[in-house]
């Protein structure tokens, strides 16, 4: 039973989330100054905060099995510092094809000094709207990993959601370990819209 505060945390990330696409959409002129109203209050209304995502290969164990897993993932209509945080598994664009989606976990952020390994590779500052992903493995070399270790930095808008919770198998799922304030944050929406059930029917063997 989900209690009236979490559902009242919950309905503040849900309006926050629909103001926030709905004017989107707006300053890029595809929907009108009536229809942006209609637009937040339909989101609230019959939309969701999440969805399923299916994650393969083995970048990303042992939070995701190797053979891969079904996602639960918050929707992040705009990524910036102050929604997504360093420490947050995040789904993102993938910077070498559009169309596809990698699983990674967000290692720095705007203004943070990026130092190699390797001292042949000058120091440098991530810019602003710029991030750091690498991937959990830490078996893997770079290419393998397909990380920042080989793209380099990425933009914050191609990060579109967080991943809250992991289905491996049937009987092997739960929470992401996220940064504290992406945990605090997904809280409401996970104890609203969690179904197991629903991942496991969706699940790739």
Known sequence: MVSLSTWCRYLVHKIEYSFTLGWKSYKRGQISDRELQDAVWKNVFQGKLTYLHWSKGEAMAPTIGERGGTLLVRKIPSADPGRVFVGDVIVMK?????????????????????VSKDEKDEPFVLEKDQCWVLADNEKLKPKEAKDSRLF?????TGIVGRVIYCLRTAVDHGPVQNSHYGMRKDSPVLEVELDVDDMVKNHKS
């Open 94 to 114: 993938d910077p070498d094809d559009s169309d596809n989606y990698l699983v990674r976990r967000l290692a720095a952020t705007e203004g943070y000094e990026m």
């Open 152 to 156: 380099g930095p990425v933009p914050m």
